[in-house]
């Protein structure tokens, strides 16, 4: 694998994320204090978190947490949950197991931009844009005449950053259905899952949705947070 592209969002926060006067590009919602977060904790949870130590876990993460992860999907056990420190970790290990320079992907644009530039950096790929004059939403068709040969990976991004956008549950599922039809994993940056505007219908987890491929191969969703 060539040397990683330059990660420009994050060179640009580096230097203006705590030092402009004004910031109208945050992508987070609005954060808790701890206490606020530990006054909402059960008695046990509270006594945990108070007295936990701040040595190593296990490689995979803890068991308790991955227990509490797998606890968010319908049908997936602490087995099934891989922990990383942040997300972009997570994305880095999904695009470099997932693809190799002999790959094909596609990418739902815009996205944040590891999603775009780690394919890229990997192999072919190719970006399938939301469709402005149809409330920011996703031609399936378009994906399907973005497949080839050698296509591996099609990376989403619902709720979507930056536009804010929702997927029709049913444009989800064709989606789905053509990644099943062609054997193609999916990874599903849902980080922003549950956000949206009051009684907003989100969409399952893309894990709780794709059992598997015509490849064989086990179905793929990142919820990364």
């Given at each position: 694998?060539?040397?990683?592209?330059?990660?420009?969002?994050?060179?640009?926060?580096?230097?203006?994320?705590?030092?402009?006067?004004?910031?109208?590009?945050?992508?987070?919602?609005?954060?808790?204090?701890?206490?606020?977060?530990?006054?909402?904790?059960?008695?046990?949870?509270?006594?945990?978190?108070?007295?936990?130590?701040?040595?190593?876990?296990?490689?995979?993460?803890?068991?308790?947490l991955?227990?509490?992860?797998?606890?968010?999907y319908?049908?997936?056990?602490?087995?099934?949950?891989?922990?990383?420190?942040?997300?972009?970790?997570?994305?880095?290990?999904?695009?470099?197991?997932?693809?190799?320079?002999?790959?094909?992907a596609?990418?739902?644009?815009?996205?944040?931009?590891?999603?775009?530039?780690?394919?890229?950096?990997?192999?072919?790929?190719?970006?399938?844009?939301?469709?402005?004059?149809?409330?920011?939403?996703?031609?399936?068709?378009?994906?399907?005449?973005?497949?080839?040969?050698?296509?591996?990976?099609?990376?989403?991004?619902?709720?979507?950053?930056?536009?804010?956008?929702?997927?029709?549950?049913?444009?989800?599922?064709?989606?789905?259905?053509?990644?099943?039809?062609?054997?193609?994993?999916?990874?599903?940056?849902e980080?922003?899952?549950?956000?949206?505007?009051?009684?907003?219908?989100?969409?399952?987890?893309?894990?709780?949705?794709?059992?598997?491929?015509?490849?064989?191969?086990?179905?793929?969703?990142?919820?990364?947070?």
């Amino acid at each position: 694998m060539t040397a990683l592209p330059d990660f420009r969002l994050e060179t640009h926060f580096a230097k203006w994320e705590v030092t402009a006067r004004h910031h109208m590009t945050a992508s987070d919602a609005e954060t808790m204090r701890l206490g606020e977060l530990l006054a909402m904790a059960s008695d046990a949870d509270r006594e945990g978190f108070e007295r936990m130590g701040l040595g190593y876990t296990e490689t995979w993460g803890a068991p308790d947490l991955r227990a509490e992860i797998a606890g968010t999907y319908a049908g997936s056990s602490a087995g099934d949950i891989l922990c990383f420190a942040g997300a972009s970790e997570g994305i880095f290990a999904a695009n470099t197991v997932l693809l190799d320079k002999g790959s094909h992907a596609i990418v739902v644009t815009p996205n944040y931009q590891s999603h775009e530039s780690l394919p890229l950096a990997i192999c072919e790929a190719t970006g399938v844009p939301l469709e402005a004059g149809d409330g920011w939403s996703l031609d399936i068709d378009r994906i399907g005449r973005a497949i080839r040969p050698n296509t591996k990976l099609v990376t989403i991004n619902f709720p979507h950053n930056p536009t804010g956008a929702i997927l029709p549950l049913e444009r989800y599922r064709a989606l789905i259905e053509l990644c099943r039809h062609h054997g193609l994993w999916i990874l599903h940056d849902e980080i922003f899952h549950g956000l949206g505007p009051h009684g907003a219908a989100h969409l399952p987890f893309v894990a709780d949705e794709y059992e598997g491929t015509s490849k064989n191969c086990p179905d793929f969703g990142a919820t990364v947070s």
